[in-house]
């Protein structure tokens, strides 16, 4: 029963890479089962398409200043969502503000999980004083809150993007070594991995070519989940002046700035609020539709 199970598992290993056309299927289906899911996905890539492009479709310079359109409402002839207290057109802003927001979710989440998922399986296949020494670190970064643990990164280093990217990354390393760790736990007993170290693998080929691998789909649900968490992250680093300096425009910039125009000018506001509700509302279902068909224990739940 055993050398059966270890067969199947070295077949499903050679299986996978055969074609494209089962992926697409496996998208299909996932599709069909999880219609939020595919909703989620379908306003993320539509937020990408804005991040990539829409700085190109901007009407006008996100830092023009018009004193003629000052706080105008929105409108299909000129200023589209409206503008500010500067004249800046709203749209304009939102576009850039989006690219900023995407780059560093994306960028700092998985900076963060990749470090952290090293880690992790470096913890769990070794061990011992490893183990003890990397979960030690781990205890450390949990022990601070995400936004003071940013916020004190920010404090230290230069303001830039790079820097909001590891100030927002480096706080989701525990997260990626606890996840990732507790894959390879299980996986290094498989007797897959005890044939490879049977027939002579070193170690980092058994980690990086046996191992890593069957940690792949916990790894991209906690990915998902967390770039959501880093836009957040980054609008509320923006919204208290800590971000992406001016001039350059960000969600969390704009809504700090609209602070003081939400009786006479709520559209400042809300535009880049329904924004950031939005990507965030997509990247956290999108998480849990793929937690729910990744998972083995959830396979059989579906809504």
Not at 235 to 258: D, H, N, R, V
């Given at each position: 029963?055993?050398?059966?199970?270890?067969?199947?598992?070295?077949?499903?290993?050679?299986?996978?890479?055969?074609?494209?056309?089962?992926?697409?299927?496996?998208?299909?289906?996932?599709?069909?089962?999880?219609?939020?899911?595919?909703?989620?996905?379908?306003?993320?890539?539509?937020?990408?398409?804005?991040?990539?492009?829409?700085?190109?479709?901007?009407?006008?310079?996100?830092?023009?200043?018009?004193?003629?359109?000052?706080?105008?409402?929105?409108?299909?002839?000129?200023?589209?969502?409206?503008?500010?207290?500067?004249?800046?057109?709203?749209?304009s802003r939102m576009l850039y503000g989006i690219r900023i927001s995407m780059?560093?979710?994306?960028?700092?989440?998985?900076?963060?999980?990749?470090?952290?998922?090293?880690?992790?399986?470096?913890?769990?296949?070794?061990?011992?004083?490893?183990?003890?020494?990397?979960?030690?670190?781990?205890?450390?970064?949990?022990?601070?809150?995400?936004?003071?643990?940013?916020?004190?990164?920010?404090?230290?280093?230069?303001?830039?993007?790079?820097?909001?990217?590891?100030?927002?990354?480096?706080?989701?390393?525990?997260?990626?070594?606890?996840?990732?760790?507790?894959?390879?736990?299980?996986?290094?007993?498989l007797q897959y991995v005890e044939a490879a170290r049977a027939i002579g693998?070193?170690?980092?080929?058994?980690?990086?070519?046996?191992?890593?691998?069957?940690?792949?789909?916990?790894?991209?649900?906690?990915?998902?989940?967390?770039?959501?968490?880093?836009?957040?992250?980054?609008?509320?680093?923006?919204?208290?002046?800590?971000?992406?300096?001016?001039?350059?425009?960000?969600?969390?910039?704009?809504?700090?700035?609209?602070?003081?125009?939400?009786?006479?000018?709520?559209?400042?506001?809300?535009?880049?609020?329904?924004?950031i509700t939005l990507v965030v509302f997509a990247f956290n279902i999108l998480?849990?539709?793929?937690?729910?068909?990744?998972?083995?224990?959830?396979?059989?739940?579906?809504?």
């Open positions: 029963m055993q050398t059966t199970r270890t067969a199947s598992a070295f077949s499903v290993g050679k299986a996978a890479p055969e074609s494209s056309s089962s992926h697409w299927w496996a998208v299909v289906v996932f599709f069909r089962q999880r219609p939020l899911g595919a909703l989620a996905a379908g306003i993320i890539l539509v937020f990408v398409l804005m991040g990539a492009i829409g700085p190109f479709l901007a009407p006008y310079d996100p830092d023009e200043i018009g004193v003629a359109k000052k706080y105008a409402m929105p409108s299909m002839h000129g200023a589209l969502l409206g503008a500010d207290q500067f004249g800046r057109d709203v749209l780059l560093v979710g994306v960028a700092a989440s998985f900076v963060g999980t990749v470090a952290g998922g090293i880690l992790g399986l470096a913890s769990a296949y070794w061990g011992g004083k490893t183990d003890a020494i990397v979960q030690r670190i781990v205890d450390v970064l949990m022990s601070f809150p995400l936004i003071i643990l940013a916020l004190t990164l920010l404090t230290a280093l230069a303001p830039s993007l790079t820097t909001v990217i590891i100030a927002i990354g480096v706080p989701f390393i525990p997260y990626g070594a606890r996840v990732v760790r507790a894959s390879t736990m299980v996986l290094k007993e693998c070193s170690d980092l080929r058994i980690i990086f070519r046996h191992i890593a691998p069957g940690c792949v789909p916990l790894y991209i649900v906690l990915t998902t989940g967390l770039m959501g968490v880093a836009i957040i992250t980054e609008s509320a680093l923006g919204f208290l002046g800590l971000s992406i300096p001016p001039p350059t425009p960000t969600l969390g910039a704009m809504l700090s700035e609209a602070l003081t125009l939400l009786m006479f000018a709520p559209h400042v506001a809300v535009v880049p609020g329904v924004a998480g849990d539709s793929l937690r729910d068909v990744l998972d083995p224990r959830l396979r059989g739940s579906g809504s």
